[in-house]
């Protein structure tokens, strides 16, 4: 009986080790994908001060650099229909695909700007938060204009 309790205080032990490793490991985890990520964006930052930013082209080529430096992902033929949609887009809906692009890259500067080497950590969640923020944004917009461009066609369908 003492030799099944201690055995049992054991593996209670040693599971609770793990699950505190395994823990621990998520947030150093999330931590260096942070920092990753901003030593990527560090490498496409220089481009900004050579940008054209009224050029809407010009605009979403970059931020869509950051956006794939961010996720860590290649580039696949849905991610390349979805920057293509977003490049054909026309009147209020690219205008507001610019204004967004413009505000979230002067968010990212001031935050390059702000931190100067400083914390890092911070600097690289504050950069994370803008992208995937902005990301969300834009993906909102160009749902609506596919299900514009979706009512459009099967209007012309029906009549």
Same mark, same amino acid.
């Given at each position: 009986?003492?030799?099944?309790?201690?055995?049992?205080?054991?593996?209670?032990?040693?599971?609770?080790?793990?699950?505190?490793?395994?823990?621990?490991?998520?947030?150093?985890?999330?931590?260096? =994908?942070?920092?990753?990520?901003?030593?990527?964006?560090?490498?496409?930052?220089?481009?900004?001060? @050579?940008?054209?930013?009224?050029?809407?082209?010009?605009?979403?080529?970059?931020?869509?650099?950051?956006?794939?430096?961010?996720?860590? +992902?290649?580039?696949?033929?849905?991610?390349?229909?979805?920057?293509?949609? &977003? @490049?054909?887009?026309?009147?209020?809906?690219?205008?507001?695909?610019?204004?967004?692009?413009?505000?979230?890259?002067?968010?990212?500067?001031?935050?390059?700007?702000?931190?100067?080497?400083?914390?890092?950590?911070?600097?690289?969640?504050? +950069?994370? =938060?803008?992208? &995937?923020?902005?990301?969300?944004?834009?993906?909102?917009? +160009?749902?609506?204009?596919?299900?514009?461009?979706?009512? @459009?066609? @099967?209007?012309?369908? +029906?009549?």
């Amino acid at each position: 009986m003492l030799r099944t309790a201690c055995c049992a205080a054991l593996v209670t032990w040693a599971f609770r080790d793990e699950e505190k490793a395994k823990a621990e490991y998520v947030v150093t985890k999330s931590k260096n =994908d942070a920092l990753r990520c901003l030593v990527c964006l560090q490498r496409i930052y220089p481009e900004f001060s @050579s940008l054209d930013t009224s050029n809407y082209g010009h605009l979403l080529t970059y931020f869509e650099k950051i956006w794939f430096s961010q996720v860590n +992902v290649p580039s696949s033929r849905r991610h390349s229909i979805i920057w293509t949609f &977003m @490049s054909d887009l026309a009147g209020s809906q690219r205008e507001e695909v610019h204004a967004l692009l413009l505000n979230s890259l002067e968010k990212l500067h001031q935050t390059f700007l702000s931190f100067n080497g400083d914390e890092p950590l911070e600097k690289a969640l504050l +950069v994370e =938060d803008y992208v &995937m923020k902005t990301t969300l944004k834009l993906l909102a917009i +160009v749902e609506k204009a596919f299900a514009d461009a979706e009512g @459009s066609r @099967s209007q012309l369908n +029906v009549q």
